[in-house]
């Protein structure tokens, strides 16, 4: 079976006015399993924002812990206070537990129905309702396929638009037909998930009139990608130095002044770009993509070396290996450029992208 890999991510929207976003999501990748759980407190501000993110840390802990799904949702149910006034739960919640090969559960508490999207468009999926502790909570066993991918919002999404543009708000109908009109087969998790997000910021007319969150987990292939950033001090490991870095890995790229000229052509290389001048562009586009409060889209279409290497990296890659020549570029004596501020930008885009959910080797030469 070929090798899959659990691709994750999401944005939020502040309602107006308000500091902390009252919904939460907690994400944990352990022992070949991935967690995703979205929590979305009553109301707004610090009062939703704690009631929200200590649901969604308890069901983590919880859940990725190997504790038993029911007994997860049982126990958070069980704590969870009730409004005397409107007597429903301080905050409602989806979890989303599955292996790097898709398969795994859902569950969901007063959420909005999350959306499958399979073979190319969006579908609901089969939902088996539970009354765990007295309520009503939907399961839904997972065997997803490459490709597939999962959505679940908090309700700020079926609420964009009411009183303004919409006047019952956004239809579940509607946000399926605006995913599957807008979905691209090889979009990232975080991607799709933001796509969404600033839909609903679109029909709120820039000022949300509630929390609104979607987070997206995708189902894809590995891709292994190689960066070479400069070579090495020892200019006789350079034979060895390009064997390493030309092995196992599905897209190769070189980024450097001495190592390529700006967006060049090597036989075998997928992508050469110049180098400390790009990966600076490539580090602020990292903290751009890693923001859940950012809107701006998260695939590239420009052509220069910075975006073409962001798609790469982001939107493709699942895992990435650095090879850092340490070496002295000649050519930047008098500037503003050493190996110290080289080191310093792998190692913040190396966290960067581990923020996303990609694994990262760093090799330094």
Not at 48 to 65: D, E, H, Q, R
Not at 344 to 365: Q, S, W
Request: net charge negative; glycine share 10%.
């Amino acid at each position: 079976m070929k090798e899959l890999c659990i691709d994750y991510g999401y944005t939020s929207l502040n309602h107006y006015g308000e500091e902390l976003c009252g919904d939460n999501v907690e994400m944990s990748v352990a022992d070949g399993w991935t967690t995703v759980v979205l929590a979305d407190g009553l109301g707004s501000g610090v009062k939703a924002n704690i009631l929200s993110t200590l649901t969604s840390k308890i069901l983590c802990t919880m859940v990725s812990g190997g504790a038993d799904m029911e007994d997860c949702v049982g126990t958070i149910i069980q704590t969870l206070p009730v409004c005397k006034e409107r007597g429903v739960a301080y905050s409602t919640f989806s979890v989303i537990h599955v292996d790097n090969y898709g398969r795994g559960h859902l569950f969901e508490f007063d959420n909005p129905e999350a959306i499958w999207y399979h073979r190319g468009h969006t579908c609901d999926f089969p939902r088996e309702e539970m009354d765990i502790c007295g309520k009503k909570v939907f399961h839904t066993p997972l065997e997803l396929e490459s490709g597939d991918m999962v959505f679940v919002m908090s309700d700020g999404t079926i609420h964009a638009g009411i009183g303004q543009i919409l006047n019952f708000g956004w239809q579940r109908k509607e946000i399926m037909e605006h995913l599957d009109s807008n979905i691209d087969a090889h979009m990232s998790a975080r991607a799709a998930a933001c796509l969404l997000a600033s839909a609903c910021n679109d029909l709120y007319l820039d000022r949300p009139g509630d929390d609104t969150t979607v987070a997206a987990i995708r189902v894809r292939p590995r891709m292994e990608v190689h960066i070479m950033v400069g070579p090495p001090v020892d200019k006789d490991k350079d034979e060895v130095y390009v064997q390493r870095f030309m092995e196992g890995a599905n897209k190769r790229i070189v980024c450097g002044g001495t190592t390529s000229p700006p967006i060049g052509f090597i036989d075998g290389i997928d992508l050469v770009t110049e180098g400390v001048i790009t990966m600076r562009r490539l580090l602020a586009l990292s903290e751009k993509y890693v923001s859940v409060k950012d809107l701006t889209p998260k695939t590239y279409s420009k052509k220069d070396g910075g975006s073409l290497l962001a798609n790469i990296i982001f939107e493709e890659a699942t895992h990435v290996v650095f090879f850092v020549g340490q070496n002295v570029n000649a050519a930047h004596q008098g500037l503003d450029i050493d190996i110290t501020m080289k080191l310093k930008l792998v190692e913040r885009l190396a966290e960067n992208l581990r923020r996303m959910g990609k694994e990262v080797t760093v090799n330094y030469d």
